[in-house]
T-cell receptor
Framework: GENVEQHPSTLSVQEGDSAVIKCTYSDSASNYFPWYKQELGKRPQLIIDIRSNVGEKKDQRIAVTLNKTAKHFSLHITETQPEDSAVYFCAAKAGSYQLTFGKGTKLSVIP | DGGITQSPKYLFRKEGQNVTLSCEQNLNHDAMYWYRQDPGQGLRLIYYSQIVNDFQKGDIAEGYSVSREKKESFPLTVTSAQKNPTAFYLC?????????????FGSGTRLTVV
């Protein structure tokens, strides 16, 4: 089955700096890659996603890049703010119904 | 509440008891899922269902059971065979297809063994 590795597990940045979270996947058939943000005690919320026919997607301060050859994708957050502090999960889907999730990255933005 | 409701929010289980977690959605989604979340472990798939009256085991199904008698409902029973049930349980649903849609999650149930 699919295996998703996510790094780093924790990340601290100063407010206004950029944050980058990286994920790798194992199944070359994977064609959908969402990112979820989970605030403490709350449900994961989809923040951005990318499909395998696209190399990059941007939504305001958030961007995701995909390298199909290397089987890795990354989340980029620019101009970080304290409200960006949360746990972020990457995921991959390989043509079946289930998403396989990474183990999460706890992002702390220091004011 | 985002179209998918989990109840209760907090649940306490005594040793040897079975407990059932509720998950209801009004999004008309065919597929539903149960995940378990432990600190540092991410989200691990327990069971999933693509259509009514059909469900499949995920990666950590031992000690759990589910049913899917209605499209809107996908309850999870944590049985006494689950030796370490204390965790945060998330239910999700999605539109089936070739991976073009993500999940909508419920707000979760925190289960504690007392």
């Amino acid at each position: 089955g699919e295996n998703v590795e996510q790094h780093p597990s924790t990340l601290s940045v100063q407010e206004g700096d950029s944050a980058v979270i990286k994920c790798t996947y194992s199944d070359s058939a994977s064609n959908y890659f969402p990112w979820y943000k989970q605030e403490l005690g709350k449900r994961p919320q989809l923040i951005i996603d990318i499909r395998s026919n696209v190399g990059e997607k941007k939504d305001q301060r958030i961007a995701v890049t995909l390298n199909k050859t290397a089987k890795h994708f990354s989340l980029h957050i620019t101009e970080t703010q304290p409200e960006d502090s949360a746990v972020y999960f990457c995921a991959a889907k390989a043509g079946s119904y289930q998403l396989t999730f990474g183990k999460g990255t706890k992002l702390s933005v220091i004011p | 509440d985002g179209g998918i409701t989990q109840s209760p929010k907090y649940l306490f289980r005594k040793e040897g008891q079975n407990v059932t977690l509720s998950c209801e959605q009004n999004l008309n989604h065919d597929a539903m899922y149960w995940y378990r979340q432990d600190p540092g472990q991410g989200l691990r798939l327990i069971y999933y269902s693509q259509i009514v009256n059909d469900f499949q085991k995920g990666d950590i199904a031992e000690g759990y059971s589910v049913s899917r008698e209605k499209k809107e409902s996908f309850p999870l029973t944590v049985t006494s065979a689950q030796k370490n049930p204390t965790a945060f349980y998330l239910c999700a649903s999605s539109v089936p297809g070739q991976g073009i849609y993500g999940y909508t999650f419920g707000s979760g149930t925190r289960l504690t063994v007392v």
